[in-house]
């Protein structure tokens, strides 16, 4: 990553308050400049990419220099917003800038090539959301009794349902979809990271589930928790930045309030507001 004092860095700044630089996170960058000035650092990580540019270049060629499809901004920390391809990332930090109270060009130019301005303004090069389900491939055993064996199963978290899929690497297959609203999501001490999954009811069903990892067991219990403990067949969205619904999320069929407030839903197409199960 090119370094906000580094050599290169200060020769592109130097004589052109237009140059600057975007600090881009989740993505790695190429080493071809792009037309319209766009040039990347040489050594690219997956965390932090620091993009030289100029305020007239716009995402489509920063896309296009980088082999990616978009760009999305946050600011403050808060929903993150897919970019236009006419939009101009460099311009937006000067505005910003320039709201906060900076009139100096040249000191604007020397704010926005500050990486720490990325608590405030922030890029990215794919969408940062948080994790709507949770998917993976792990050992299932279905019911209470030893008759059943273990078997490595797509297992999905997703909405107010657990959904294992018939086969292992496909859900081609029939689902077996399992509801936890009023249920139990409990720790198998006899087995490493593993937990017994359980529905309400009388016809109720049960699913061993054990993980690889302590990680994936810590974040199946905490998601599975929230779950059987409500008490209301509610799925809270909202401020998830989403563009479109997992098609996972329906097969939950005792949903009764969807909360999508502060997203980014469209109104027409695959996954959008027209188009949700009602």
Request: charged share 20%; aromatic share 8%; proline share 3%.
């Given at each position: 990553?090119?370094?906000?004092?580094?050599?290169?860095?200060?020769?592109?700044l130097k004589g052109d308050t237009q140059r600057g630089c975007v600090c881009?996170?989740?993505?790695?960058?190429?080493?071809?400049?792009?037309?319209?000035?766009?040039?990347?650092?040489?050594?690219?990580?997956?965390?932090?990419?620091?993009?030289?540019?100029?305020?007239?270049?716009?995402?489509?060629?920063?896309?296009?220099?980088?082999?990616?499809?978009?760009?999305?901004?946050?600011?403050?920390?808060?929903?993150?917003?897919?970019?236009?391809?006419?939009?101009?990332?460099?311009?937006?930090?000067?505005?910003?800038?320039?709201?906060?109270?900076?009139?100096?060009?040249?000191?604007?130019?020397?704010?926005?090539?500050?990486?720490?301005?990325?608590?405030?303004?922030?890029?990215?090069?794919?969408?940062?959301?948080?994790?709507?389900?949770?998917?993976?491939?792990?050992?299932?055993?279905?019911?209470?009794?030893?008759?059943?064996?273990?078997?490595?199963?797509?297992?999905?978290?997703?909405?107010?349902?657990?959904?294992?899929?018939?086969?292992?690497?496909?859900?081609?297959?029939?689902?077996?979809?399992?509801?936890?609203?009023?249920?139990?999501?409990?720790?198998?001490?006899?087995?490493?990271?593993?937990?017994?999954?359980?529905?309400?009811?009388?016809?109720?069903?049960?699913?061993?589930?054990?993980?690889?990892?302590?990680?994936?067991?810590?974040?199946?219990?905490r998601k599975a928790s929230k779950v059987v403990s409500q008490t209301v067949?509610?799925?809270?969205?909202?401020?998830?930045?989403?563009?479109?619904?997992?098609?996972?999320?329906?097969?939950?069929?005792?949903?009764?309030?969807?909360?999508?407030?502060?997203?980014?839903?469209?109104?027409?197409?695959?996954?959008?507001?027209?188009?949700?199960?009602?």
């Amino acid at each position: 990553v090119i370094r906000n004092g580094s050599r290169s860095c200060r020769e592109w700044l130097k004589g052109d308050t237009q140059r600057g630089c975007v600090c881009l996170y989740g993505g790695s960058v190429d080493t071809q400049p792009s037309a319209s000035g766009a040039q990347s650092s040489s050594t690219p990580q997956n965390d932090l990419q620091l993009v030289l540019c100029t305020t007239n270049t716009t995402v489509q060629e920063l896309c296009t220099q980088r082999g990616g499809k978009a760009l999305y901004v946050q600011l403050h920390g808060d929903l993150v917003r897919r970019l236009d391809s006419s939009e101009r990332p460099l311009q937006m930090v000067y505005e910003y800038l320039t709201a906060m109270g900076y009139s100096d060009p040249a000191r604007i130019q020397q704010e926005a090539a500050n990486s720490d301005l990325s608590c405030l303004i922030r890029f990215y090069s794919g969408e940062p959301t948080r994790a709507l389900l949770l998917k993976g491939v792990f050992s299932v055993r279905k019911g209470k009794t030893q008759l059943h064996k273990w078997t490595e199963r797509q297992v999905i978290l997703c909405g107010t349902c657990l959904i294992v899929a018939s086969v292992k690497d496909s859900l081609t297959g029939k689902m077996h979809i399992m509801p936890l609203i009023g249920g139990k999501v409990e720790e198998v001490k006899r087995r490493s990271h593993c937990l017994m999954f359980s529905s309400a009811g009388s016809q109720a069903q049960t699913y061993y589930v054990n993980f690889d990892t302590l990680a994936d067991y810590q974040r199946w219990h905490r998601k599975a928790s929230k779950v059987v403990s409500q008490t209301v067949s509610l799925v809270d969205l909202s401020c998830y930045s989403l563009e479109t619904v997992s098609e996972y999320l329906f097969y939950s069929q005792d949903i009764t309030h969807l909360n999508l407030r502060h997203n980014f839903m469209s109104l027409e197409g695959p996954g959008s507001l027209i188009n949700l199960p009602r």
